[in-house]
């Protein structure tokens, strides 16, 4: 029974284009949860694929020099957050981190949401998710979302002539509509600077 178990989830996961994530719930139609439980840790353990937080599993994407590759933080996140209906905003210096003004790696990244607040492991850094009112994750633009997020960890005052000029640049990619919304959204001084962007 348990070796047919874990055939039909190697299967199933064989079978799914590589990098797919999968959750616990997605198999608890093939058994009862605790033989499900056991037979993806049995499988994990056995290499047949890979584990996140002990709740996501997935088949790696190979590279050719690399190896196995683990899925990025926002894929995983866009995923979760999908599967739950809530939506999500990355803060900090997360958010400065990904439209380019700083290359420190961030080991605990923080997400706004509508949804849930939780916090997920990957490898040896976390993800928290906390709990927001509607409008702070009702940005329409990934870009202009990021930016509002960026600035206001630089501070009021404390943005330079090249990290606004850098900051208009990430803005030519985000569509003018989201934009028009987005700049609503944030503070007046923000808006000061992000206004040059929008035509």
Same mark, same amino acid.
């Given at each position: 029974?348990n070796g047919n178990?874990?055939s039909? =989830?190697s %299967?199933? $996961? #064989?079978?799914? /284009?590589r990098g797919t994530l999968?959750?616990t719930?997605d198999?608890?139609?093939?058994g ?5 439980r056991?037979a993806?840790?049995r499988?994990t353990?056995?290499?047949k694929?890979s584990?996140?937080?002990g ?10 020099v690399i ?8 894929? =995983?996140? %866009?995923? $979760? #957050?999908?599967r /739950?209906?809530f939506r999500?905003?990355?803060t900090g210096y997360?958010?400065l981190n990904e439209?380019?003004?700083s ?5 605990h990244?923080i997400y ?5 607040s939780?916090?997920l492991?990957i ?5 928290k998710?906390?709990?927001?009112t509607?409008?702070n994750?009702?940005a329409k633009?990934s870009?202009?979302?990021?930016v509002?997020?960026?600035l206001r960890?630089?501070?009021k005052?404390?943005?330079t ?6 900051i208009?640049?990430?803005?030519t990619?985000?569509k003018?509509?989201n934009?028009k ?11 000061k600077i992000?206004q040059?962007?929008?035509r």
């Amino acid at each position: 029974m348990n070796g047919n178990l874990e055939s039909r =989830i190697s %299967k199933r $996961i #064989a079978r799914a /284009k590589r990098g797919t994530l999968f959750f616990t719930s997605d198999f608890m139609t093939y058994g009862k949860p605790a033989s499900v439980r056991r037979a993806l840790l049995r499988l994990t353990q056995a290499g047949k694929f890979s584990t996140i937080d002990g709740r996501i599993y997935y088949r790696p994407q190979i590279d050719s020099v690399i190896g196995a590759l683990t899925p990025t933080i926002e894929e =995983i996140v %866009k995923v $979760i #957050a999908k599967r /739950k209906g809530f939506r999500i905003a990355p803060t900090g210096y997360y958010a400065l981190n990904e439209i380019g003004l700083s290359t420190q790696v961030v080991m605990h990244v923080i997400y706004l949401t509508d949804g849930n607040s939780r916090t997920l492991r990957i490898g040896n850094r976390t993800v928290k998710f906390i709990r927001t009112t509607s409008k702070n994750v009702s940005a329409k633009g990934s870009a202009s979302h990021l930016v509002i997020q960026a600035l206001r960890v630089i501070g009021k005052g404390n943005a330079t002539a090249e990290q606004i000029k850098h900051i208009h640049h990430v803005l030519t990619f985000e569509k003018q509509e989201n934009l028009k919304h987005d700049i609503k959204l944030a503070p007046i001084w923000i808006q000061k600077i992000i206004q040059p962007a929008i035509r």
